[in-house]
């Protein structure tokens, strides 16, 4: 067995590993590059993965750092079976196809920009009907549930805790075991039950997007946001909160309505205001028998609905511009997190130049994105063309993290790692992949390998 690193080492995307055997060829997730100029080759570069030659997907989880090069490898020949829990073939489904619209919206646009400079069209990196052909594929694998998916290789998944339906695997080929963590969330997560301890394994590839350090513990994350939503509620203000529309809105949401219950804030008007958000919201009440026990006995009550009694979904362009001049106290949840895009700029360009405006980041800002230029203090920004002035307060919550700290990646670690594992630290930056390396170090006594794209470990 060999396995050959197709993204995620020493960058978080594109994640992907190609597991050989002399029987078979077996993907484990196929990401999307993202946030380098030079992402639009690496995505359309499908290195040592032949479509046509390849037996089957296991996919740990839906984000497009993990499946956002599905589609390429459909359009390109592939037919076989991709495995995955109930939930990720959903969340999934509902992520490629906004990710088509946008390949197709971004090449329409540059081959407007090509043929006035006289150059060739631009051609998307897939379609809509590329990402439509993706589900169809998809064979349901149920957590804990050992199947085969390939000539001689077997998969199991189990409980990864960092979305809906996430999952790591452990994978069995020549009497070999791998195991792939996928993406580790943290312990007491709202809706998500905690991540299930690996097998040990020959083989482990272990993420470390915060290997260098923990998180700040949720309780104070929750409280910070009840200080500013309080605030906010007496002074009447517009809080405008950019969101990840999957996982993150909703765990907003459930902060909110946690505080509404307790008599921490009074009910007050809330706008979810992305259509990506309010789907990905329906597809969490259809997937109750993966929330823990808090949330499963919240749901039963029909306590959210009780809590969020202000709570409006906005699915239309039209609902979204009547908030143009809204009045508070209100909050709006829109996307994108990081502002490079979506239904918060608009609100942005029409309230970020009030003193009564709040705006609260509860996500990573990346660098050169808009929200990384508010979170650093900028005095005016370019929002869709216009100079607009920054009057509104900005708070920063580092907390909400979908991503287990250092302590928790040990932790799991210590369940995986035996005597002659190897372990391979993946979907981290240098910075934090060598922190951890560091600590594993001293605490297994096992140097960490640290590869490359395009890298082959055997085990």
């Not at 484990?28 to 993202?34: P, R, S, W």
Request: hydrophobic share 40%.
């Amino acid at each position: 067995m060999r396995i050959t690193l197709c993204g995620a080492a020493g960058e978080v995307t594109g994640s992907g590993y190609l597991v050989e055997t002399d029987r078979a060829r077996v993907l484990v997730d196929f990401g999307m590059f993202q946030g380098r100029r030079a992402t639009d080759g690496h995505n359309r570069d499908l290195g040592p993965v032949d479509p046509e030659r390849l037996d089957a997907v296991v996919v740990t989880h839906a984000h497009l750092d993990h499946t956002g090069r599905l589609p390429l490898l459909v359009a390109r020949g592939f037919r076989g079976p991709v495995f995955a829990t109930p939930a990720t073939r959903e969340f999934g489904a509902l992520i490629l196809a906004d990710s088509a619209e946008i390949q197709e919206g971004d090449a329409k646009r540059l081959s407007i920009e090509a043929r006035r400079a006289g150059r060739r069209p631009v051609e998307p990196l897939y379609t809509r009907a590329d990402a439509e052909r993706v589900a169809p594929l998809v064979r349901h694998v149920g957590y804990e549930e050992r199947r085969e998916v390939a000539p001689g290789v077997s998969a199991r998944l189990f409980e990864a805790g960092h979305i809906l339906g996430s999952a790591s695997v452990e994978m069995r080929a020549g009497g070999k075991t791998v195991v792939f963590s996928g993406d580790i969330g943290p312990k007491g997560a709202p809706f998500l039950r905690d991540p299930v301890l690996p097998p040990r394994g020959d083989v482990v590839f272990l993420e470390s997007t915060y290997g260098d350090r923990d998180h700040r513990s949720l309780d104070a994350t929750v409280a910070e946001l009840h200080g500013i939503l309080d605030r906010a509620v007496r002074e009447r203000c517009v809080v405008l909160i950019p969101s990840f529309a999957i996982g993150r809105a909703q765990q907003v949401l459930f902060h909110i309505a946690e505080l509404v219950r307790g008599g921490s804030l009074p009910d007050f008007p809330i706008f979810l205001d992305s259509p990506m958000a309010i789907d990905a919201t329906a597809l969490y009440s259809r997937h109750k028998e993966l929330f823990d026990a808090e949330a499963r006995s919240l749901a039963r009550r029909g306590q959210f609905k009780e809590d969020l009694k202000g709570l409006r979904f906005l699915s239309t362009a039209d609902e979204s511009r009547r908030l143009n001049d809204l009045d508070g106290p209100a909050v709006v949840i829109a996307g994108s997190g990081m502002c490079n895009g979506g239904r918060i700029l608009h609100h942005l360009k029409h309230h970020l130049w009030r003193e009564e405006t709040v705006v609260v980041f509860v996500g990573y800002q990346g660098e050169g994105t808009l929200g990384h230029a508010l979170v650093k203090g900028a005095p005016h920004v370019a929002i869709l063309g216009h100079r607009v002035r920054v009057a509104a307060r900005i708070h920063t919550l580092g907390g909400f993290s979908a991503h287990a700290g250092k302590t928790e990646l040990l932790d799991w670690a210590d369940a995986a790692i035996g005597a002659g594992t190897r372990v391979v630290l993946t979907h981290g930056e240098d910075k934090p992949r060598a922190a951890l390396a560091d600590a594993i170090r001293e605490r297994f006594r096992v140097d960490a390998l640290l590869p490359l794209r395009g890298d082959t470990v055997e085990p």
